[in-house]
């Protein structure tokens, strides 16, 4: 059951129809606005007087906090950096992603080793392979770096439901 905002010209439509002496369910067929729904207009309209169109009722629930502009910039944010976390968007304007359709899902794992790409390793172990114990001691060894080769190490991205699974949501 869809919970539709029934606007002034789907009223004025309904209305219409129901002055032209069509069925309530006719009505509800060609205007797409649902039978119950038709059936509370046609009797607003007729405890108003017949007159005058009865007007929209005021939407229920508590008021957006946020302006258009201002889910725009931040839909605009995660869009350009998907791994940006909810304090960080926070911190720049007012965060909803819930709101903007944003969910929070695992970084996709980067993808395994290519056959390009164990070719080159094979060929660079062969260069070397003829290499003896003094010549590997003369290289500088550097173990500062800590890098994943299989894939991200629990990161998060921020992408809506619907987007599909691309390198630029990747870690």
């Not at 906090?65 to 911190?91: C, G, H």
């Not at 590997?136 to 800590?146: G, Q």
């Amino acid at each position: 059951m869809s919970r539709r905002v029934t606007t002034r010209d789907d009223i004025a439509a309904v209305i219409a129809l129901y002055k032209a002496n069509h069925v309530l369910r006719e009505i509800s067929a060609q205007t797409g606005v649902a039978l119950r729904v038709v059936q509370t207009l046609v009797k607003r309209f007729r405890d108003l007087g017949e007159d005058e169109l009865p007007a929209p009722l005021p939407k229920s629930g508590r008021p957006k906090l946020l302006f258009p502009r201002t889910l725009k910039v931040i839909s605009r944010q995660v869009w350009s950096n998907p791994s940006l976390t909810a304090r960080e968007v926070r911190e720049k304007p007012p965060s909803s992603e819930s709101r903007l359709g944003y969910k929070s899902f695992r970084a996709r794992r980067k993808p395994l080793l290519t056959k390009r790409q164990k070719e080159n390793r094979v060929k660079f172990c062969k260069k070397y392979e003829v290499w003896d114990l003094e010549t590997w001691r003369s290289v500088l060894w550097s173990d500062e770096a800590t890098f994943s080769v299989t894939g991200s190490s629990g990161g998060r991205v921020y992408r809506p439901p619907t987007q599909t699974r691309t390198s630029h949501s990747t870690l």
